[in-house]
């Protein structure tokens, strides 16, 4: 696996290609399509597809056409399973086995030296679902009219900016593009490549431009006749916004608009109950090496749930064709094993990319001055973390999958340090007191509960959803009575994904579990290692707002700064050497800081497919940067034909 930071990190990239280019007369195409050309309403495939297709190659055999992919959404913000399944469609992507990249909806890209220039050269004859086509044009709408547009994105993604200023876009030719940087931007294509980059391909002039103040004479009726509060909310509501944007729906609850996805909504995202359909989209520019055009599967179908215990129930049953998202928790692993051939399907290894299974997150910028300064205290967090038995929590949750461990990176990667993954991780009540008398906490309730500077009673309030499988709520119920042990009240509450987003952001919580990112994929996923995201590094989200823009948030202190600054040079170099060289120093800073406490390795996922379903690969990697299971090729899955019911 350490191969991914060999070849990812790579940015001078002279006209990558990827796959071969067809040289025949006649492709392939789906039954259903073949007959809506029989019938005059869609041309040839020939003309449907560019001149030179993108052709990969399949995990195990050339697939069938034809059949329903059914899976499930639970809860609020689950369209992200739809972004997984379906929205992965970048300039650019990462190679199937995360080893590198590849061209996307690009032929071909390259880089200067500095890595400032980097010029992208699309398909000709590339067409939005529609049937339009998409050119440069298309990019430089969402970079002139959507991007550095203040109304439409107040703030723009740091990966975008380099030395203070936003990247420019000029169209080179109809079929050619340049992004430039006015000081190197190191980590750019990996970050293009990654769930971040669907901007440049997620908005189709020809449709847009309609909705958008630049354009429309009358902008003003066409507000008051959607009922809109503004444009930008008439733009957003047409599917002006990229759909792989996980905090904002717009793109899934329109059927309208022109995507360059394999699959295309014919209903829509409520984020309630319900049933998703999506449709196979007639002009997707990738085959097979036999110049079939993808993807294989007509439809995919989404039962919006309310609960993950329904979902199980689907699974059992054997009515989910592949998925692995929330029923496939370590609890449920031998009753989803043990029916494989009551339910008619397979169980295949999702390996994670995770710095921690379960990450607790101390919120160390609390709006209560006097939390804050509980939590700020080191020996505060290094006295509850020696008072968790994570050996016990994974015995009893995770049923003996998993070891104990802090959020570092994993044995696998070239910054593994195993006294940074194993500080604090000993289960001793004494040594926890230790700390936490050390702390200045010793007094007590008459209940035997520490009190805090302010004569009250510490208590700590966890937030968590019951999410992804990973049995939080329990982990939650064992670290009450641990923390309670030594004093400290601690309650529990489980709460929907979207309330739980919103309370992050805000500051407005106590604690949080959540899962952490960045075992493998350091570079693009710093979070848990240095405030740099408003809604993953919980525990300090008031500093990240302040490293986004310092007239907001709360000036961190100096550690923090330096990791600050320590990432901000990482992305503005191209040296290889000098990046690791950076990044070992700011995870130094992380072992030292101590912010936040995780409490095990994650074992392995797990999933299910139906056992006429295809081409999914016994193992492969999960992350959401590397967004599964998307970058393993969707298109390729394929369902035997006259197998599903």
């Not at 032929?107 to 220039?117: M, R, V």
């Not at 309630?272 to 993807?295: F, H, S």
């Not at 805000?506 to 952490?516: F, M, R, Y």
């Amino acid at each position: 696996m350490k191969k991914l930071f060999s070849l990812a990190l790579v940015f001078v990239l002279l006209l990558v290609s990827f796959g071969a280019t067809l040289a025949q007369d006649m492709y392939g195409e789906a039954p259903m399509l073949a007959a809506l050309v029989e019938a005059g309403e869609l041309p040839p495939v020939e003309e449907r597809l560019p001149a030179e297709p993108l052709v990969i190659s399949p995990y195990d055999s050339i697939g069938d056409y034809g059949g329903e992919w059914r899976s499930a959404m639970v809860g609020g913000l689950d369209h992200i399973w739809m972004i997984r399944l379906m929205a992965y469609e970048n300039l650019i992507r990462f190679t199937p086995d995360w080893s590198g990249l590849m061209p996307g909806v690009a032929k071909s890209f390259s880089s200067n030296s500095e890595a400032t220039e980097f010029i992208f050269e699309l398909r000709e004859g590339l067409r939005w679902s529609d049937g339009a086509p998409f050119t440069a044009d298309d990019i430089t709408f969402w970079y002139d009219d959507v991007l550095t547009n203040e109304d439409l994105t107040p703030t723009i993604a740091t990966w975008l900016i380099s030395g203070g200023e936003p990247l420019s876009v000029e169209k080179v030719d109809d079929f050619t593009v340049k992004f430039t940087f006015s000081t190197p931007n190191g980590l750019f294509l990996q970050n293009l490549a990654s769930i971040l980059g669907c901007g440049p391909t997620s908005y189709p002039r020809h449709y847009l431009e309609p909705f958008h103040v630049n354009y429309a004479e009358n902008i003003d009726e066409l507000v008051a006749e959607a009922g809109a509060g503004d444009w930008v909310e008439l733009f957003q509501s047409k599917g002006g916004v990229e759909p792989c944007f996980w905090t904002n729906t717009s793109f899934w609850q329109t059927t309208e608009i022109p995507t360059m996805h394999a699959w295309r909504l014919t209903s829509t995202y409520g984020g309630g109950t319900g049933r998703v359909v999506a449709e196979r989209n007639p002009y997707y520019y990738k085959t097979d090496p036999e110049g079939n055009q993808l993807p294989y599967i007509d439809r995919m179908i989404f039962d919006q749930l309310e609960d993950k215990e329904t979902l199980l129930l689907q699974v059992l049953n054997g009515d989910i064709d592949m998925m692995a998202r929330h029923f496939n928790s370590a609890a449920n692993r031998p009753i989803v094993y043990d029916n494989r051939e009551a339910g008619g399907y397979y169980a295949y290894g999702v390996v994670g990319e995770d710095a921690n299974m379960t990450a607790l997150a101390i919120n160390l910028t609390h709006l209560d001055p006097v939390k804050r300064e509980i939590f700020q205290n080191k020996d505060f967090r290094i006295g509850l973390s020696h008072a968790i038995n994570r050996q016990e929590i994974v015995d009893i949750v995770y049923l003996g999958r998993g070891e104990p461990r802090q959020i570092a990176p994993q044995a696998d990667s070239p910054f593994y340090d195993e006294e940074f993954a194993l500080q604090y991780t000993e289960y001793n009540v004494d040594l926890a007191n230790e700390h936490l008398d050390k702390a200045g906490y010793s007094e007590r309730d008459d209940e035997g509960f520490r009190l805090g500077p302010d004569g009250n009673r510490i208590s700590i309030v966890i937030e968590a959803g019951d999410l992804f499988g990973r049995g939080w709520p329990d982990v939650l119920e064992l670290i009450q009575g641990y923390w309670g042990a030594v004093g400290i009240h601690m309650e529990p509450r489980i709460i929907d994904r979207s309330l739980l987003v919103s309370r992050k952001v805000n500051s407005e919580h106590d604690a949080t579990i959540w899962g952490a990112s960045g075992g493998l994929d350091v570079y693009l996923t710093p979070i848990w290692y240095f405030p740099s995201d408003p809604v993953e590094s919980a525990y300090a989200p008031l500093w990240t707002k302040w490293y986004f823009d310092p007239e907001t948030g709360e000036e961190p202190p100096e550690a923090a700064k330096k990791q600050m600054e320590l990432f901000d040079q990482i992305k503005a170099t191209g040296d290889l050497e000098l990046q690791a060289e950076l990044m070992a120093e700011l995870l130094a800073i992380a072992k030292e800081e101590f912010y936040v406490m995780g409490i095990n390795s994650n074992p392995g996922g797990y999933g299910i497919a139906k056992n006429y379903f295809r081409n999914v690969p016994a193992t492969s990697t999960g992350s959401w940067k590397f967004p599964w299971p998307a970058p393993i090729n969707t298109t390729l899955f394929y369902i035997e034909e006259g197998a599903q019911g």
